[in-house]
């Protein structure tokens, strides 16, 4: 699962986020406790968020990077503003 990870990751250093999204899923489906293929994950998919114009699709691959970055152990920050009224 690891090589197919890296394999990914070098999919996504090249602007092929597509595929590298899916071998990278099929990665972290073999190997869901892999904490080294879920923060290749969280990369790839952070890299794809950057890429994409759509405000829909930038919260779904930020959405999966958060996904495994909590698996991976890692914190997922937290982009709430706060209300007027909170402050």
């Known amino acids: 699962a690891a090589v ?4 990914a990751r070098d999919l996504a250093d090249k602007g092929e986020f597509r595929l590298a ?3 990278v899923d099929i ?3 073999a190997a869901p406790e892999s904490s080294e293929v879920h923060e290749i994950r ?3 998919y952070m890299d794809r968020r950057a890429q ?3 405000l829909m699709a930038k919260g779904i691959f930020e959405s999966a990077a958060n996904e495994s970055r909590q698996a991976a152990g890692q914190p997922i920050e937290s982009r709430r503003r706060s209300l007027s009224l909170e402050r």
């Open 52 to 54: 994409e114009s759509s």
């Open 4 to 7: 197919l990870a890296e394999r």
């Open 27 to 29: 990665a972290s489906d």
């Open 42 to 44: 969280a990369s790839v």
């Open 21 to 23: 999204s899916h071998l």
